[in-house]
């Protein structure tokens, strides 16, 4: 039978037709996929699994990947997006073809005409590439899935699987997983294990052997005040199961390696709370990367010390593939709350890698740039150009602009001020330090027996430099945000630099912001340009927006608006060197925003 004959029959199951109450209703393929409540997703997963044998159709039979969760959302959501073939997100051609075929009416009949008209010379090519099999083997579509702890993602995940047996595709199920270790599994599957092995053993296989590679080099000191011991929030999510297998690799090893002068490493100590164990606990609720972001405070179930000294603190969101850092000061009575959020993340990997580049003399050879959007603090945007003199770039909000972008760089780190980022390498930076990387090894093998191999690489910042660029960069899960090795990252880079979490706040100060919105007639009232950060129309409201950063007391003033990407609200941000200040700001942008742009209830 031919794929267009599959489509045609009786295969395309009627149980999974549009329930009534979304005739009428349109959900949009976006970012985050599609994500709504648990209870209206079945029809959705169904025709998921329809798309995701077409993207693997297209793409010569690769395996695609389909990710069930709503991340951050509550227990009582869900929802699926697909992934790529090297790991990345489905790319945005796609989106609208998931949007067309999850809203239609008539599935089979949208079902036909995409098969027939867009996707008509890829089926053609599958179905050649057929007749012309020389040993006889069928080629079939190859999906793999994955799913979060959430009560319904099973159920869910029997939808799928039916869409994608309906088009005779293969369905690999890797079960309970975090969203980052799924886009892990697409890149090996889809590398022939180039990347790594594709099964959860390699992937904690590589991250911990690469962190022990670096951490092992360390020379700790009782003058360092690294803390090794992290409390992390697991959300009540996959993601405390995941660093609690995790923590145990780490906790377990014996350093064969030991410093010169006899003494052994220590270890990093990781404790997890709120890991959905315990009565009562609810995925997200309360907690997690989200919550402590939005709130700016700490999660319920906190750990706090009782001898006055500062905790290192971490949350995961949901699907682990966001990550916050934080700490409490007990010095004074006030017990402040500091959030190292995404920008100060990003800053200190950025701050490393260069370092690290100018000490295996390669940074006129590799470049570095760290991507942001207009979001992100102004504090931060200043001390990388003006302080690290490392190169900014800015667009627009959504992980995808911030991927993509980061991908013209040799070296591209981008961290949503959410905690979702990562670092991304070119295949001339991981080509180069591969070379130089080898060229060391080589060298190490003339070394005399009674000279230390650990002591060798220290002794020279040549050599100490290119050997943690060759392993930190193994370190890091390239293809999405990783909570998990994100961590790895950031204590190993504070180790490396014997810092504290407080140290590192200290970088530089962020400048008081605020976010408001402000409910308009029609988002598409407000058109941005310049990475969102200035309005093209209204005409007016720029100009508006331009007096009244100029005529606020003040300094360090700055002030955006954009449109919401799903609902009609304009969202407002802030900034300036005072709360008050800043606050002041935010409000007369607001009723500039109800005034010009057709605002809708009460004015601000």
């Not at 996707?119 to 799913?147: D, H, M, S, T």
């Not at 260069?354 to 979001?375: F, M, P, S």
């Not at 959410?418 to 080898?438: C, F, M, P, V, W």
């Amino acid at each position: 039978m031919s794929f267009l004959e599959l489509v045609n029959s009786q295969n395309i199951n009627q149980d999974y037709q549009k329930p009534n109450q979304f005739v009428d209703k349109t959900i949009l393929y976006g970012t985050a996929g599609f994500r709504t409540k648990a209870e209206d997703l079945a029809w959705v997963m169904y025709r998921m699994g329809l798309l995701a044998c077409l993207r693997s159709i297209a793409q010569k039979c690769q395996y695609i990947g389909c990710m069930i969760t709503a991340s951050h959302n509550p227990e009582e959501d869900n929802g699926c997006k697909l992934v790529d073939p090297m790991g990345d997100m489905l790319h945005e051609s796609w989106e609208a073809y998931a949007t067309r075929l999850v809203n239609s009416n008539n599935l089979q009949e949208t079902l036909k005409d995409l098969c027939e008209n867009e996707l008509k010379e890829c089926l053609k090519e599958f179905e050649n590439e057929q007749k012309v099999n020389k040993l006889g083997r069928v080629q079939r579509p190859n999906i793999v899935a994955a799913y979060d702890t959430r009560p319904s993602s099973e159920a869910l995940f029997k939808a799928f699987k039916t869409g994608v047996e309906a088009l005779n595709g293969v369905l690999v199920n890797y079960g309970l997983m975090t969203t980052p270790q799924l886009h892990y599994m697409v890149r090996c599957l889809n590398t022939n294990n180039s990347y790594g092995e594709p099964n959860e053993d390699g992937y904690f296989d590589k991250l911990t052997s690469s962190f022990f590679k670096i951490w092992s080099m360390i020379e700790f000191n009782n003058n360092g005040k690294y803390e090794n011991d992290l409390y992390v929030d697991g959300s009540n999510g996959i993601g405390a199961d995941k660093i609690k297998n995790m923590s145990r690799l780490i906790s377990t090893v014996s350093f064969n390696d030991k410093l010169s002068n006899g003494s052994s490493q220590p270890v990093l100590n990781v404790h997890v709370f709120n890991d959905g164990k315990q009565p009562g606990d609810k995925l997200n609720h309360l907690c997690g990367a989200d919550f402590v972001k939005v709130q700016q405070k700490p999660p319920n179930n906190l750990p706090e010390s009782n001898d006055g000294k500062i905790r290192k603190y971490c949350s995961f969101d949901g699907d682990a593939d966001r990550i916050v850092y934080y700490y409490l000061d007990k010095s004074n009575e006030k017990n402040q709350f500091y959030l190292l959020d995404g920008d100060k993340i990003s800053t200190l990997v950025a701050t490393h890698f260069r370092e690290l580049l100018e000490g295996a003399e390669l940074n006129d050879k590799i470049n570095l740039c760290i991507v942001q959007t207009a979001y992100a603090n102004g504090s931060s945007t200043n001390f990388i150009e003006n302080v690290m003199k490392i190169r900014a770039s800015c667009v627009p909000t959504g992980v995808k602009h911030l991927h993509h972008e980061a991908q013209k760089f040799d070296i591209g780190v981008y961290f949503e001020a959410n905690g979702h980022g990562t670092i991304l390498l070119s295949q001339k930076a991981e080509n180069i330090i591969e070379d130089r990387y080898a060229e060391l090894m080589k060298k190490s093998e003339e070394l005399d027996e009674s000279v230390f191999f650990n002591d060798w690489i220290r002794s020279d910042r040549v050599r100490r430099s290119l050997y943690v660029l060759k392993h930190l960069k193994d370190c890091i899960n390239q293809t999405v945000g990783d909570a998990v090795s994100d961590l790895l990252v950031v204590e190993l880079i504070l180790a490396m630099r014997h810092m504290s979490i407080a140290d590192w706040n200290k970088m530089y100060t962020d400048l008081p912001s605020r976010q408001l919105k402000v409910r308009i007639k029609g988002r598409n009232l407000i058109k941005t340009y310049d990475a969102e950060r200035r309005v093209s129309e209204p005409a007016e409201l720029q100009k508006r927006i331009d007096e009244l950063v100029k005529s606020n007391e003040g300094k360090m003033l700055r002030s955006f608006v954009r449109p919401s990407g799903t609902e009609d609200v304009v969202r407002v941000y802030a900034e300036a060197d005072t709360q008050e200040s800043t606050d002041n700001l935010a409000k007369q942008v607001c009723q500039l925003v109800y005034d010009l742009a057709g605002g809708v209830g009460q004015r601000p």
